[in-house]
């Protein structure tokens, strides 16, 4: 299981929220490539950035600030937050971003994203199924999509081809009280490269995630404030 920290920013900075919410906002770092440079020294093998600007308008706000990181740093990236456009996907690509990740167009537009699997590859595009009651949201988890069961959403994501699955529990993101596994176990049951995200507080839950058999576990405010140190280990 890899390990991921986490890069949220907004208006230009580190930052993290509670469930999502815009008004509960902890900035960590003014500086995202000096974070960006803290983790990969660390022994980061992958991070995750989200332009959370983007994720509430719609577009990559953030873009220039995730190019500096790409140009700063040899690991892996992976970007999400406002990709809806293929224009968005190939811009990220073409400067070196190793796997885009989209969430509303996922779900309001699958064969969009079924397309782009096929021309860019499995390995290039991650969907971000984020859930808040057992119910979808969207367009930055401002809004809850139409009311469709989660198999259901499940068994259309495999059908277009998705390899990697990012799973958020909106409730638990940001607030260090340990992860759904009662969804990730219900989730396995599809055969996604599962990455999970949200709630993570402790080694005793990145070693319970990892004992499930996750691919990957996103790690946002335990990485930026445990006290002990939240250690970066694969």
Not at 78 to 83: A, L, N, R
Not at 159 to 184: C, H, Q, R, W
Not at 199 to 215: C, H, I, M, P, T
Request: proline share 2%; aromatic share 6%; glycine share 10%.
């Amino acid at each position: 299981m890899i390990i991921i920290p986490a890069i949220d920013l907004l208006g230009g900075q580190v930052v993290r929220l509670k469930q999502g919410q815009y008004n509960q906002m902890t900035v960590y770092n003014a500086d995202p490539v000096d974070q960006a440079k803290k983790f990969a020294s660390q022994g980061a093998k992958y991070l995750h950035i989200i332009d959370l600007d983007g994720a509430r308008s719609g577009m990559l706000k953030n873009i220039n600030t995730i190019l500096k990181i790409r140009q700063t740093i040899n690991i892996p990236l992976q970007v999400g937050g406002g990709i809806r456009s293929q224009l968005a996907i190939e811009q990220l690509l073409s400067a070196g971003i190793d796997r885009v990740i989209v969430s509303t167009l996922a779900i309001n537009q699958p064969n969009m994203i079924r397309q782009w699997i096929k021309q860019y590859g499995s390995g290039k595009i991650a969907v971000s199924l984020d859930l808040k009651d057992n119910q979808v949201m969207i367009k930055g988890w401002q809004k809850t999509a139409n009311r469709q069961s989660l198999s259901v959403v499940l068994k259309q994501l495999k059908s277009i081809g998705l390899e990697y699955l990012i799973f958020t529990d909106v409730l638990k993101d940001g607030m260090m009280a340990g992860p759904n596994f009662s969804t990730i176990a219900a989730m396995q049951n599809y055969g996604f490269k599962l990455i999970v995200a949200g709630g993570v507080s402790s080694l005793a839950d990145v070693e319970q995630l990892k004992a499930s058999g996750v691919y990957g576990c996103i790690i946002g405010r335990a990485m930026y404030e445990k006290s002990d140190g939240l250690k970066i280990k694969n």
